[in-house]
């Protein structure tokens, strides 16, 4: 019996051993003696990408998806069993009171900077943070956004949640999915201009440089024709958006006003009748879970090549 217990004493600590991992979390390395077992998610899409590697079973509910964003079907069955803390950003005490033993989350998403939850703030109470990578743009500097933002993030979570060869498996699949379809890809010889619009009437919500729409862009053939703002998501002028005139735009779907709304009161409007894709009426919609870095971006930049390459 003893000798049962000593081996038993053993292969915990070869476990909690083999499970100590140090990632890069945007200017951070974090680093995890255990495998987290009470983790929690921020946002629609930072959720998918704990779903689809199939870490449900280490979380103890997500935060800040129903107070903007509504579920699809595929959604509401891989989160069923957990409990949304918050319909919007969590505080501090949602976290520590659900015993959170790690929150995957981002600037901007669950995150503020100089707000009362950081990896700072939460680290006292044992709660370890994952950073999205697209949103570490707004605490420092980092390249111009890229389908690797993406692949990082699964790739770091799948070694802090041992489940490392599940996330290369991904990550792979998705690479070769992408090299397939933009192989065959017939598109034009010069990148399609296009805006990305988020929200707002009097100043529009836009992707700049770092958010990740651009690289969605850019895969299916076209340029963001803001991809030298200097941002990730961000607020320009509408005089900015005239004058460098797009042949298509994209409008990110949720929220209280809908894509239709959206592109209805672009149609509508005397200032935007120059605009190439308004006299052309060349508008697609993207779901914010497939414009936001996850697991739905390869299926997003085919939405938006065969809108750009239709014939």
């Known amino acids: 019996m003893k000798q049962l217990a000593i081996a038993a004493g053993l292969s915990l600590c070869a476990s909690a051993l083999a499970a100590e991992t140090t990632v890069q979390s945007c200017d951070r390395d974090v680093t995890f003696d255990k495998v987290p077992s009470a983790a929690i998610s ?21 935060t800040g998806i129903s107070g903007w964003k509504t579920l699809d079907e595929d959604m509401r069955a891989g989160v069923e069993a957990l409990p949304e803390l918050s319909s919007k950003y969590p505080s501090k005490e949602v976290l520590i009171g659900a015993d959170a033993d790690f929150f ?47 692949y990082n993030d699964l790739l770091n979570l799948g070694r802090i949640f041992d489940v490392e060869d599940k996330a290369q498996a991904l990550v792979d699949g998705y690479k070769a999915e992408l090299a397939a379809f933009t192989a065959e890809l017939d598109a034009g010889d010069t990148p399609l201009r296009v805006f990305v619009y988020d929200s707002g009437e009097s100043t529009p919500f836009t992707a700049g440089r770092y958010a990740m729409p651009t690289a969605l862009i850019e895969a299916a053939g076209g340029q963001n024709i803001l991809d030298d703002f200097e941002k990730s ?67 997003a930049i085919k939405t938006l090549a065969e809108s750009f390459w239709a014939q």
């Open 42 to 62: 921020n946002d629609v899409n930072l959720t998918e990408m704990m779903l689809v590697l199939g870490l449900a079973d280490h979380m103890v509910g997500y």
């Open 104 to 150: 995957f989350a981002g600037w901007n998403y669950g995150m503020k900077v100089g707000g009362e939850v950081t990896p700072q703030t939460l680290a006292p109470f044992g709660i370890d943070v994952y950073e999205l990578t697209e949103s570490c743009i707004h605490i420092g500097q980092k390249a111009k956004v890229g389908m690797d933002d993406m």
């Open 233 to 299: 998501w961000a607020t320009i002028t509408w005089e900015k958006v005239v004058e460098r005139n797009p042949e298509v735009i994209v409008i990110v779907n949720y929220g209280n006003v809908t894509a239709e709304e959206k592109r209805a009161f672009m149609m509508s409007s005397p200032a935007f009748a120059d605009i190439d894709a308004v006299k052309n009426d060349r508008f697609v919609t993207l779901e914010y879970v497939e414009a936001t870095p996850g697991p739905r971006n390869i299926a």
